[in-house]
C-alpha cells in the first residue's frame, strides 16, 4: 500500500535507457519545452548531438 507515496518520479535517460530521478539529477537538457534527464555527461552531449533521435 505504501508503494504509491515510496515511488517517487523517475524519468528514463533516453539515451542509455536507465532510470533517473530528476531531484537528483546532474544533467537535464530542455528540447521542444520538454525536459529530459541524464545520468551522465555523455549521455546528455550524445542526446544532443542528435535529440530527435532521443527525444520522445
Ligand atoms: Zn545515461
Redesign the pocket.
Known amino acids: 500500500m505504501a508503494d504509491e507515496a515510496k515511488t517517487k518520479t523517475r524519468v528514463k535517460?533516453p539515451?542509455?535507457?536507465?532510470d533517473?530521478d530528476p531531484e537528483t539529477a546532474e544533467y537535464s537538457a530542455n528540447y521542444k519545452g520538454k525536459v529530459y534527464y541524464?545520468?551522465?555527461a555523455?549521455?546528455k552531449s550524445t542526446f544532443n548531438e542528435d535529440p530527435d533521435q532521443y527525444a520522445t
Open positions: 535517460d539515451v542509455c535507457g536507465k533517473v541524464f545520468d551522465s555523455e549521455c
